[in-house]
């Protein structure tokens, strides 16, 4: 709109104010001398153009001296604006009959210290601009004084004063105003990206601490896992060689036995062959005890052997090891990345409907078959639903789900919730949120105060995470499938701690197979 206005007060060939001003078929305007000069200098090759836009003309444009005026001109041309002020967009709130002129608020002070200034509302009739003391048209502006003055003023009380042409100085102060808006909207809009650009240099520090940090947790994570793989094979190696070496000294007791018995062997042939019977009865008798002894003590010594010496490879200490090497890399993880230690979330059943049953450990809700008929309480709900004990009023919380693949909803509520008729289940009131399964199908909906946000999967999913950053003001669900995605994030500005909410319900014949779990729950 600046540009427009420009151009309706400058010629862009001489950069002057318009003199005669004259438009042309494509609307820009010039002054009347400088447009004939350049058609004339034009008409000398034959063609003809528009200086400002290029546009050519098979001939010498005609050139129009009624203007063409914008949407906002002829919006201006409706109002009245005071006769005494230079600035355009001064507005007059009276005329006075006397002075044949509009005034504003500034200049009607004066006008009602007599009661022959008539005043009237300004709609009723446009009067040409005259001096309220000689009631001669208002020619000069007066820029000592700000004000606009006749002649006779001029060479009266404003003598010696710097004048300009009143339309001269009106366009100065309009081309003045407008540089000044524009100047102003150019601060404003210098600001905006300095904001910007120190935000931007803000997300980038924070992601490059992130980065950093996260390089460090997982070198250092690498590093600890590099350690217990050392630890662990280590172990195993050294029990493997000392199995071994029981092993091998068994091995090498039994290649003396075998020796011993080979030497025997050879000896017991020996006898064998001799002539004489009773020499052979002899000796047989001389060597059936050690040989029934030699038999009995190998097989004894064997089985002993094999048992205390050979053992089995002690795979509970390789996997306490194991374990307790995780557990201790999680802990530095957790205590190095400000993650505190999860304290869990429990189910309410003092909130429970009669229609939900709670499992012993309060972490899992599903549907009762019979109506439980517990005790009433104004904090009970009549329908199918339960909170958590916990409630957050600040920080950063996290917790995971579980999920049948029947309908159900997870979320979170203000304990201020109505606990009776259909505006007490979550996500049908402006005081819940939550996410919500129909039936055994893969799409969901992010309700809250009854509007839906349907969200289709492309695969079914039974585990769901909800982060909730109090004090930013968010509630994100995510589907735990691989990869993990986002569905919905809430954003609100909580006025009251949020409970975590849980909803389950569905036909009869359906009952044992709906119901949800908290899995896991972690708070940053």
């Known amino acids: 709109m600046a540009s427009a206005d420009l151009n309706d007060v400058i010629c862009s060939i001489c950069r002057d104010i318009h003199t005669d001003p004259v438009n042309l078929q494509c609307g820009h305007i010039f002054c009347w001398d400088c447009m004939d000069n350049l058609l004339n200098t034009q008409e000398e090759y034959g063609l003809y153009s528009c200086p400002e836009c290029k546009v050519e003309f098979k001939e010498s444009p005609a050139l129009q001296i009624k203007l063409r005026k914008s949407p906002?001109?002829?919006?201006?041309?409706?109002?009245?604006?005071?006769?005494?002020?230079?600035?355009?967009?001064?507005?007059?709130?009276?005329?006075?009959?006397?002075?044949?002129?509009?005034?504003?608020s500034d200049h009607l002070t004066v006008h009602t210290k007599s009661a022959e200034h008539v005043l009237s509302e300004p709609?009723?009739?446009?009067?040409?601009?005259?001096?309220?003391?000689?009631?001669?048209?208002?020619?000069?502006?007066?820029?000592?004084?700000?004000?606009?003055i006749c002649e006779v003023c001029c060479n009266g009380e404003h003598r010696g004063h710097q004048t300009e042409d009143l339309p001269k100085a009106t366009t100065k102060q309009k081309l003045?105003?407008?540089?000044?808006?524009?100047?102003?909207?150019?601060?404003?809009?210098?600001?905006?990206?300095?904001?910007?650009?120190?935000?931007?240099?803000?997300?980038?520090?924070?992601?490059n601490d992130a980065a950093e940090k996260v390089t460090s947790m997982l070198l250092y994570t690498r590093t600890q896992l590099e350690d217990l793989e050392k630890r662990i094979l280590s172990e195993i190696l050294t029990q493997r060689e000392k199995m071994s070496h029981s092993v091998s000294g068994l091995i090498q007791n039994l290649e003396i036995k075998?020796?011993?018995?080979?030497?025997?062997?050879?000896?017991?042939?020996?006898?064998?062959?001799?002539?004489?019977?009773?020499?052979?009865?002899?000796?047989?008798?001389?060597?059936?005890?050690?040989?029934?002894?030699?038999?009995?003590?190998?097989?004894?010594?064997?089985?002993?052997?094999?048992?205390?010496?050979?053992?089995?490879?002690?795979?509970?200490?390789?996997?306490?090891?194991?374990?307790l090497g995780f557990q201790n890399i999680m802990t530095s993880v957790k205590r190095d990345s400000d993650m505190e230690e999860p304290t869990g979330i429990l189910l309410d059943i003092n909130t429970a409907g009669h229609s939900?049953?709670?499992?012993?450990?309060?972490?899992?809700?599903?549907?009762?078959?019979?109506?439980?008929?517990?005790?009433?309480?104004?904090?009970?709900?009549?329908?199918?639903?339960?909170?958590?004990?916990?409630?957050?009023?600040?920080?950063?919380h996290y917790w995971e789900m579980?999920?049948?693949?029947?309908?159900?909803?997870?979320?979170?509520?203000?304990?201020?919730?109505?606990?009776?008729?259909?505006?007490?289940?979550?996500?049908?009131?402006?005081?819940?949120?939550?996410?919500?399964?129909?039936?055994?199908?893969?799409?969901?909906?992010?309700?809250?105060?009854?509007?839906?946000?349907?969200?289709?999967?492309?695969?079914?999913?039974?585990?769901?995470?909800?982060?909730?950053?109090?004090?930013?003001?968010?509630?994100?669900?995510?589907?735990?499938?691989?990869?993990?995605?986002?569905?919905?994030?809430?954003?609100?500005?909580?006025?009251?701690?949020?409970?975590?909410?849980?909803w389950v319900w569905g036909f009869s014949m359906l009952y044992k197979e709906i119901w949800v779990r908290i899995t896991r729950y972690e708070k940053f």
């Not at 201006?76 to 006397?98: G, N, R, S, W």
């Not at 000044?180 to 905006?192: P, Q, S, V």
């Not at 969901?444 to 109090?470: M, P, V, W």
Request: charged fraction near 25%; include cysteine; proline fraction near 2%.
């Open 72 to 104: 906002v001109s002829e919006e201006l041309e409706t109002m009245i604006f005071c006769t005494y002020c230079i600035y355009p967009t001064v507005c007059a709130v009276k005329f006075c009959a006397l002075c044949e002129a509009f005034l504003c």
């Open 123 to 148: 709609c009723t009739i446009r009067q040409s601009k005259k001096c309220s003391i000689h009631k001669k048209v208002l020619q000069y502006y007066c820029t000592e004084d700000n004000v606009s």
């Open 176 to 207: 003045k105003n407008a540089l000044e808006d524009l100047t102003t909207m150019n601060a404003e809009t210098d600001a905006r990206v300095q904001n910007l650009q120190q935000h931007l240099k803000n997300v980038h520090e924070k992601a």
């Open 258 to 323: 075998r020796s011993d018995r080979l030497r025997k062997i050879s000896r017991i042939g020996e006898v064998y062959k001799m002539a004489n019977p009773m020499s052979i009865l002899e000796n047989q008798e001389l060597y059936q005890d050690n040989i029934c002894s030699f038999v009995e003590e190998d097989q004894a010594k064997v089985s002993k052997l094999l048992l205390s010496r050979i053992g089995r490879l002690d795979e509970v200490l390789i996997t306490l090891t194991l374990h």
């Open 356 to 396: 939900v049953h709670v499992s012993g450990d309060r972490k899992t809700a599903s549907r009762s078959e019979v109506n439980l008929q517990r005790t009433e309480m104004p904090q009970r709900f009549q329908g199918c639903q339960v909170l958590s004990t916990t409630s957050f009023s600040s920080g950063r």
């Open 402 to 502: 579980e999920t049948s693949k029947w309908t159900w909803k997870i979320g979170v509520c203000y304990p201020s919730m109505d606990r009776r008729g259909s505006a007490s289940n979550i996500g049908n009131n402006m005081k819940s949120w939550c996410l919500t399964r129909w039936y055994n199908t893969n799409q969901y909906r992010a309700t809250h105060n009854s509007e839906d946000i349907k969200i289709d999967l492309e695969t079914a999913c039974h585990q769901f995470g909800i982060y909730l950053d109090y004090d930013a003001g968010q509630l994100s669900f995510y589907a735990l499938c691989n990869p993990i995605r986002h569905l919905h994030t809430f954003s609100a500005a909580f006025t009251e701690p949020l409970h975590a909410a849980f």
